[in-house]
């Protein structure tokens, strides 16, 4: 039998699909993230081209996202935070995940939905992804620095943190000020530090 180059590289694609792995549902994200939460409200966030700007200078990386699914949760009229999905590509293949963020603008959780490479599924450690609980946009976020990294999964690891920045910049420049039910989120850190 004679593979051509395109049946050789559908056949490849076929390998590379069946390392994917869906780990959470959104639903599921949402429960683990916040437990006390009646209810979530969906938005998606659209950027101007001057919000795309702002985020890229904040975080230093190119903005390819013309926008964002945002999960706003709530107990009661009480708001708890934002759950913000994401997506980076690691080598080959995209990752899918969510940040928790409470309303002064910190990480709660991080959450891995999807991942679809066949080396690096160690960022769905708990142990890594906790690191980034607590961490704001001014936060350095870098790799190897605030961020430990895990041998084998140095592009996952990288994208991620890299990702985590950008989501955190967008909430910062953007989310904060989003009208929810209620009016505005509040930002805590401006009563916090006079």
């Keep these: 039998m004679k593979l051509t180059f395109f049946t050789l590289i559908a056949l490849i694609g076929c390998l590379n699909s069946a390392f994917a792995e869906r780990y959470l549902t959104l639903d599921a994200a949402r429960k683990l993230c916040f437990p006390n939460a009646d209810r979530f409200e969906e938005q998606t966030v659209r950027f101007t081209p001057e919000q795309r700007k702002s985020i890229e ?3 230093g990386s190119p903005m390819r996202n013309l926008g964002n699914r945002l999960q706003v949760a709530f107990q009661g009229t009480n708001l708890l935070g934002v759950i913000m999905m ?3 590509m690691a080598k ?3 990752i899918d995940y969510a940040v928790a963020i409470k309303p002064p ?3 709660a959780q991080v959450e891995i939905l999807e991942y679809r490479e066949s080396h690096g599924m160690e960022i769905r450690n708990e ?12 936060s350095k976020l870098k790799l190897n620095d605030d961020i430990f990294n895990i041998s084998g999964a140095t592009i996952s690891c990288r994208h991620v943190t890299e ?4 989501v955190l ?3 910062d420049l953007v989310v904060r000020d989003l009208p929810s039910v209620g009016g505005r989120m509040p930002d805590n850190t401006k009563a916090a530090h006079p």
């Design 57 to 59: 200078q904040r975080c």
């Design 105 to 107: 603008g910190e990480v």
């Design 92 to 94: 080959r293949e995209i």
């Design 86 to 88: 994401d997506h980076v």
């Design 163 to 166: 990702g985590i920045k950008r």
């Design 169 to 171: 910049a967008t909430y």
């Design 127 to 138: 142990k890594w992804r906790d690191q980034f609980k607590g961490k704001k946009a001014a």
